[in-house]
């Protein structure tokens, strides 16, 4: 596997580009049923988006169950409406499927979704923790699992459950992307379910792969998925506060046939060829081929790749910027930087459905982690960048990425 020279990024350039506000919200709303148990719990406060996936008419959102009050753990809205409203959300693919909201678990039904997305036959793949109240008690209450959804119709169309062996009781799934490189008719509906998965297991972690044909999963784990014991706490704003999560940012290049990853306590940014993830379980006592690709400015959530010339897309977070790097070409750009709008992206999109526009979900998220998010301040905004007017970056250092080879996994994810 080659190496790679890539920009340790040292400071953030001021972004010539503007980010267009989709969506804000001080507190998110949603549209409820008649139900006055759901409205009862419902704690606007805990409730803060973490997944985001753009439907051709629809924008996606996942919203784990993080701390009680959360009525609905995925919605939706639409496209259509003017920029910077602040809509109510609709459940998604209704209210039946969220009983957890008012405290009745029903493990067929959807319990904590951190991230769902969507796949080239329009199905939307919906990754459900099974885990409650996980800031606060971590509390397990169904097996983790893949609900797909057709687009077009809201129907579930098949179920994925994973093998009790490749859990372990700490597991949080939180990340997915899906990786149809390996079908050789991707366009025919037959091979719809050809493909892989790879999915995060954060506070355990590792990597599980799916593979969608044989509907077979495996595990495969590595030192650099997990937190630097160093690196959990952030600073955004002058705002400290600490977080020891392992591997979630996860991104996908088809043409160098890579997954990219990130702990979120970390500044590196990890590869590991898709090769060798769908080549089936590794043997006992193999190492995984890692690579390190490089180190960012700070720590950072979502990472993205722009498949037209493999660009990883990611968000530092200390410098509240969506910022770029070409691993072919080793140039670097400032898509966007904003103190305010940028304050944590969980998700940072190339966004197919968009013409490859790029969209984020930033949220203050540390200030509902610490109990002071204020209804009466923007906390919740979804991003395009929407000009294309990129600064570049001058190198400050350059490092030589060498394969990864730690020697030790006992970092504790806590």
């Known amino acids: ?20 506000i989709v969506n804000q919200w001080s507190f998110m709303q949603f549209d409820f049923p008649p139900d006055p148990v759901l409205l009862e719990k419902f704690q606007p406060e805990n409730t803060v988006p973490t997944g985001l996936e753009i439907g051709w008419d629809r924008i996606y959102l996942g919203i784990p169950r993080l701390r009680a009050g959360v009525p609905a753990t995925l919605a939706w809205i639409p496209r259509s409406l003017p920029p910077g409203v602040s809509p109510v959300l ?10 957890a909201g008012r405290g009745d678990i029903n493990c067929t039904g959807l319990i904590s979704v951190y991230r769902v997305r969507a796949d080239r036959c329009n199905r939307l793949w919906v990754l459900d923790a099974g885990v ?19 687009m077009a119709t809201d129907r579930l169309v098949r179920s994925v459950y994973f093998p009790r ?41 590792g990597i599980i792969v799916y593979d969608g044909r044989r509907d077979n999963a495996w595990r495969v784990t590595h030192a650099s998925m997990y937190p630097d014991p160093d690196l959990g706490e952030y600073d955004i704003g002058g705002e400290r506060f600490t977080l020891m999560d392992g591997i979630v940012g996860l991104a996908h290049s ?5 997954l990219y990853y990130q702990p979120l306590a970390t500044d590196r940014l990890f590869s590991v060829s898709t090769a060798v ?32 010339d493999d660009t990883i897309i990611f968000s530092p977070m200390t410098e509240t910027a ?19 709008k940028l304050q944590f992206c969980a998700e940072v999109r190339w966004a197919e459905r968009d013409n490859g526009a790029i969209w984020a979900l930033s949220t203050r998220f540390h200030k509902f982690f610490r109990r002071s998010a204020s209804k009466h301040e923007t906390n919740i905004r979804i991003l395009r960048v929407v000009d294309s007017g990129f600064v570049s970056l001058q190198p400050h250092v350059l490092r030589r990425a060498v394969q990864y080879n730690a020697t030790s996994t006992s970092h504790s994810p806590h």
């Open 1 to 20: 596997m080659r190496s790679h020279i890539v920009l340790l990024l040292a400071y953030v350039a001021t972004a010539s580009a503007s980010l267009e």
């Open 90 to 99: 609709q459940a998604y693919p209704d209210w039946s499927w969220h009983t």
């Open 132 to 150: 409650v109240t996980s800031i606060d008690d971590f509390r397990r209450v169904c097996p983790p699992k893949i609900l797909i959804f057709d």
């Open 165 to 205: 062996e490749l859990l372990r009781p700490s597991s949080l799934l939180t990340n997915l992307v899906l990786d149809d490189t390996r079908s050789s008719n991707s366009r025919l509906p037959a091979s719809c379910d050809h493909l892989f998965a790879y999915i995060s297991d954060t506070v355990a972690p």
């Open 254 to 258: 088809p043409a160098q046939g890579l």
């Open 277 to 308: 993830l769908a080549s089936g379980p590794p043997a006992e006592g193999t190492d995984l081929p890692v690579n390190l690709v490089g180190r960012k400015s700070s720590q950072g959530l979502g990472v993205a790749v722009d498949p037209r």
């Open 322 to 340: 969506i910022a770029a790097w070409n691993p072919i070409t080793n140039t670097h750009k400032v898509l966007a930087q904003d103190p305010e």
